[in-house]
């Protein structure tokens, strides 16, 4: 049973399958530890390149249990863990520039959840749910920041499951002062949590707007109610059904620009493989 | 490549379609935000609106009967049909759900699917692909092939949809001019009156409720709505959000043809038919009706507007669901009639067939419960 599997997973390692929670930490330098705003990545944005090659063994997960400790030894490519780590510095940096002090809780960061949730492993979502929430409060968190969609509607569901008293803020809320570094024009890819069930769609197209960022849309493919999904979260269901969306949603972005512009680790995991040019918001603004 | 040429006409045509029907009336939206209220009332009291159904239904001179499965339900139409008839069906996917035309024609009767997208369902043998266009998934030059190949029409793949159209109507009037029974759906049934209401386009459920003399009406229990108002309101949101506004035709049916033109003295039957049947199916309804998450989904009012945003469906079309529903609506009924929770793991909750429901069903949070439920099954 694959929520039993990502529960132990989660005991045991501290994420949905085992890593070496230093490729997490590893972007961080100089960050305190200690503060009552944390800095929260779920380390999404550090294992986002993993997720096909672990959506692949799900099959076989359960043979392949015996084996899981070998799993320490994967690490993402180099080149995407660098992106990765630019990222969140970035992002880092931004918060810092429009004054947001924050903490980070390099390798004993615990993950939110996410996948217990999306996959409708709805007691054992619960059940976790309850454990980060009472390691964050042993750690004194009044407010989480997070940086990736699916973190932030996993922790904005708490309260549905247990009781919960953390502030939940997206960074894309809390920078107000941004600056467009690309001459480019963009088409955005929308989180579909972001866009249809966070609220905070217009929250970054602003910023995108203010930093200047040219932008093009077309209401039957960037629309609220019309952009499609990429995919990335059926690929524990059903790979070729991922990909398959993933090429349908390329192929309409790059109607309208080679170049596209996401907000979520996942989306840009999932569509890169089919955009030549994809960046995160995080790339394009400081 | 056939469904995805099929599935980017459809959308193209119908998807701003909706966008523009719901600007130039907006009150729409407001007969939406009733309806769905109204509904509520009569999903969280089930049972009690079903008995006032049947009643209103005899108080016409109709017949009404409650069925609680398929199996009820075949038995039933089946003795209502007997054998060796001539039977034209208006589009119906509780038909389907319950496999009525299969077993009419099993019975040695002559069934004719009367809706051009059900008629080209019938031809090709194939599960229908969206709850309102079912032939979505077929391109005019299949079907142009297939009316060739089936029937013998002298047509080709130049042949113009309304050349298409033209000779299917030619064949199905000799079936309505010779039919026994006329067998339809329902978009909702009045609890008050005990009026069924059926909208359309086509005319092919005015003929076949008015023509023959016996009319069966089968529905599930989620269409009864409080008041035949009600009910008009349903059958107005459902072809706005469809994307066929004002609709060519609403149909009313309350009871047997009827006439009070000697000394005002009401007799049936008139010129209309002398039966009617309507046929109430539970089938799984009044189990998720108690469900306060699943009821949501009893809310559907099958416009079939969900399809046509949703990432998934655009990939896998009617081969997601159990048909007759396939989409993000398909998901959901296919646990509730026929408690397969495997569609609804293909969920990616993009959240698209929300924001577009006309009933507001949140149906991510639907497909996430029963992903839930289902996984819980797997585990005991």
């Known amino acids: 049973m694959l929520g039993k599997l990502i529960y132990e997973n989660l005991q045991k390692y501290g994420f949905p399958y085992p890593i070496d929670k230093r490729i997490c930490s590893g972007w961080a330098k100089g960050v305190p530890k200690n503060n009552s705003t944390i800095l929260y990545t779920s380390c999404m944005y550090q294992t986002a390149s993993l997720n096909d090659f672990y959506s692949k063994l799900i099959p076989y997960a359960e043979k392949l249990s015996p084996f899981f400790f070998l799993g320490k030894f994967i690490r993402p490519k180099k080149e995407e863990l660098d992106r990765a780590y630019s990222i969140l510095n970035k992002i880092a940096s931004l918060l810092k520039k429009n004054g947001i002090e924050f903490g980070y809780l390099y390798e004993e960061e615990p993950y939110s959840g996410a996948i217990l949730l999306e996959l409708g492993y709805l007691d054992e979502f619960k059940s976790y749910a309850k454990q980060v929430y009472e390691f964050f409060k042993s750690r004194g968190i009044k407010r989480i920041i997070t940086v990736d969609p699916h973190t932030h509607n996993a922790l904005k569901r708490y309260s549905e499951f247990i009781q919960f008293d953390i502030e939940v803020v997206s960074y894309l809320e809390l920078i107000k002062d941004v600056k467009g570094i690309t001459n480019e024009t963009f088409v955005i890819h929308d989180s579909c949590l972001y866009s249809r069930f966070l609220n905070l769609r217009d929250t970054y197209r602003s910023l995108i707007k203010k930093g200047g960022i040219k932008i093009v849309e077309d209401n039957m493919i960037t629309g609220k109610d019309t952009a499609y999904c990429c995919g990335s979260p059926v690929k524990a269901v059903n790979f070729e059904l991922s990909e398959k969306i993933a090429r349908a949603r390329a192929e309409q972005l790059m109607r309208l620009s080679k170049n596209v512009l996401v907000v979520c680790p996942m989306c840009y995991a999932n569509l890169s493989k089919y955009v030549g040019n994809i960046k995160d918001l995080a790339e394009v603004i400081e | 490549m056939s469904w995805e040429i099929a599935i980017e006409r459809a959308i193209n045509n119908n998807v701003p379609k909706v966008y523009k029907i719901l600007e130039e009336y907006p009150y729409i939206l407001d007969l939406a935000k009733r ?241 009617f049947h309507l046929i109430l199916v539970d089938n799984g309804r009044i189990e998720a009706s108690k469900d306060e998450i699943l009821r949501e989904a009893l809310l559907c009012i099958r416009c ?23 989409g993000p609506m398909g998901a959901m009924w296919s646990y509730i009639v026929y408690k397969d929770p495997k569609p609804a793991m293909y969920c990616t909750h993009s959240g698209n067939c929300k924001d577009v429901c006309p009933m507001k069903i949140d149906i991510p949070r639907v497909l996430e419960y029963i992903k839930y439920l289902g996984n819980k099954s797997a585990q005991s």
């Not at chain 2, 269409?223 to 506004?245: F, N, R, W």
């Not at chain 2, 507007?305 to 396939?326: A, E, F, N």
């Open chain 2, 35 to 275: 309806l769905r209220e109204v509904k509520m009332k009569v999903l969280s009291n089930l049972e009690e609106y079903i008995e006032q159904t049947l009643e209103a239904v005899k108080k016409t001179g109709g017949n009404a009967y409650f069925v609680r499965d398929a199996k009820e339900a075949r038995e039933l139409v089946g003795k209502i049909v007997g054998k060796g008839k001539i039977v034209v069906m208006g589009k119906s996917m509780v038909a389907y759900e319950l496999g009525i035309r299969k077993y009419l024609t099993s019975l040695g009767n002559e069934v004719w699917e009367t809706d051009l997208g059900e008629f080209l369902i019938q031809l090709s043998d194939e599960p229908p692909s969206h709850i309102l266009a079912p032939a979505i998934h077929l391109t005019k030059e299949r079907i142009a092939k297939l009316l060739k190949e089936k029937l013998g029409f002298d047509v080709s793949e130049n042949s113009t949809h309304e050349e298409l159209v033209q000779k299917v109507r030619e064949f199905l009037r000799n079936k309505f001019f010779s039919a026994n029974v006329g067998i339809t759906g329902a978009n909702a049934v009045a609890a008050d009156t005990g009026s069924v209401v059926l909208v359309e386009n086509e005319g092919n459920i005015r003929m076949s409720t008015v023509v023959p003399p016996v009319h069966i009406a089968i529905t599930g229990v989620d269409k009864i709505v409080p008041t035949l108002h009600d009910a008009i309101i349903e059958a107005l949101v459902q072809a706005a959000y469809g994307g066929l506004y004002p609709p060519t035709y609403i149909n009313i049916t309350s009871g047997p043809s009827t006439t009070a033109d000697i000394e005002m003295k009401r007799v049936s039957p008139a010129q209309g038919p002398k039966e």
């Open chain 2, 304 to 326: 079939g507007r969900c399809h046509l945003h949703c990432p998934v469906y655009r990939v896998l079309g009617g081969s997601w669901g159990d048909p007759p529903y396939s």
